[in-house]
């Protein structure tokens, strides 16, 4: 896929073909890898987790070429508030912070 330039790239999920499959993952990193953007935030969706994910698990450890994985929180990147949920079936019922 041809992708502009740009300083952010955000991926907002379902880039795993088969229910966040290692290999997926890997493949998707090392495309990840080759965008020029200098921040690359993913947003991972259902198509990407198989199971329920701790709150606490380190995202980024599934995807080292990313700038931030989210779980469910709030980054500023070049003075913007981008906020995210990854998919997980135990936030089905999430209510959004206040502020937002």
């Not at 041809?2 to 290999?23: E, Y």
Request: hydrophobic residues 40%.
């Amino acid at each position: 896929y041809n992708v502009p330039t740009g300083d952010i790239l955000i991926h907002t999920g379902d880039f795993c073909r088969h229910q966040g499959a290692v290999k997926d993952f890997a493949k998707f990193d090392a495309w990840l890898k080759q965008q020029p953007h200098p921040y690359k935030l993913v947003v991972l969706g259902n198509h990407d987790m198989d199971t329920y994910i701790p709150e606490d698990e380190d995202l980024g450890k599934m995807l080292p070429s990313a700038s931030h994985v989210f779980q469910k929180e709030e980054v500023t990147v070049m003075g913007l508030r981008i906020f995210g949920v990854s998919w997980n079936a135990s936030m089905i019922d999430l209510e959004l912070p206040k502020g937002l």
